[in-house]
């Protein structure tokens, strides 16, 4: 697999909060994204694997949540 296309600082939207990130182009089949362990870390993210939940923290600090919906698809929302 070649990844020549490289975006850097790529704006990644959650909410109304960007969260840039490094991307390479490639082709997927069943992902639209795939985020590595330093993006991660950058943005202190918390992974809740049984409530499909993933929270990040913003530039200023803020908490900003993006839930999974069971099956396909995602949907943005508040904090619990």
Same mark, same amino acid.
């Given at each position: 697999?070649?990844?020549?296309? @490289?975006?850097?600082?790529? !704006? *990644?939207k959650? /909410?109304?909060f960007?969260? !840039?990130? #490094?991307?390479? %182009? ?9 985020? $590595?362990? #330093?993006?991660?870390? =950058? ?6 694997? !049984?409530? =499909?939940?993933?929270?990040? %923290?913003? =530039?200023? =600090?803020? %908490? *900003? *949540? /993006?839930? $999974? @919906? ?6 943005? $929302? #508040?904090?619990?």
């Open positions: 697999m070649s990844c020549e296309e @490289l975006y850097e600082g790529y !704006p *990644v959650m /909410h109304e960007e969260f !840039p990130a #490094d991307l390479y %182009k490639f082709e997927l089949t069943d992902f639209g994204i795939i985020l $590595g362990m #330093d993006w991660l870390a =950058r943005y202190q993210a918390q992974i809740n694997c !049984p409530k =499909r939940k993933i929270t990040l %923290k913003g =530039r200023n =600090r803020e %908490k *900003v *949540v /993006h839930r $999974g @919906l069971l099956g396909i698809g995602s949907k943005i $929302g #508040d904090a619990d």
